[in-house]
Each structure stands twice: as C-alpha cells, then as structure tokens.
C-alpha cells in the first residue's frame, strides 16, 4: 500500500479501561469500556458507520443548501453467541429537511439517492463492514 491509501490511528491506555486513539494529524478521540460519558468501541463503530455516510450525503445535498435539521442515528444489536461477539442488524436513519423554495426542493430530490450512493459506493466504513474485510492483529 501507499501513503495515499494507508490510514492508521495510535490507541494509548491512559487508564484501567480507559484509552485515546490518535490520527497522523494529531486529533484524538477518548474512549473506554462504558463507565462514565466516554463512547465504547462499538459506539466508535456506529458513530463512524453514520459519520462516513453522514458526511457524504452532507457534500451532496449541501451544494443546493443549508438543511435545517440533519440528523443520523445508527443502532444495531450487540450479540454473543457460538461466533463470538458482534453487531447485527446494523440501521442507519437520516433524518433530513431543508427550507421551502426552489433549493431546498433540489436538496430533497437529491437526497435519496445521496444516500443510495453513499451506502453502495462511497462510504467507506460500511463498504468495510458489509464486505467482511479480514483483520490482522500481531504483537510486536
């Protein structure tokens, strides 16, 4: 892979269940294992599954203009069974309107298939997740 394609975040403990992932860019982002207000893994997973395809739909539809309400939710079920631990039926909703006229018609018209493209082409996130990408993990 190239430095064009590769993508990498660091994960630091910072406390008994408690840790920071940091990007090559220097942003960070504090989780832990549920107790207090930080998000879990799974809530990074969801957050990323609705963020990547928010973010999508969000260039389409905003080039038209500013939505007045642009909300996405993503649930799924956390299960444990004889595979092991994972989500299932991953959700994701928009929740989306834009103002009365001419522009916010366009928005809307252009909205379902933002999100059509989005999930079957563009994100990234849940193109990973639903093609079942194999994960590597050694010990250095």
Known sequence: MTDDTLRSVTVRRTATGHFTAENARGGTIEF??????????????LAALGGCSAADVDVATARHVEPTEFTVTVTGNKVADEAGNRMTDLAVTFTVAFPDGAEGDR????????V?????RLCTVSRTVEAGTPVTVTVA
């Open 116 to 120: 059509k493209t989005s999930h079957d």
């Open 107 to 114: 928005a809307r018209a252009i909205l379902p298939r933002a």
């Open 32 to 45: 832990g294992t549920g107790d207090g207000s930080d998000f879990t893994p799974v809530e990074l997973l």
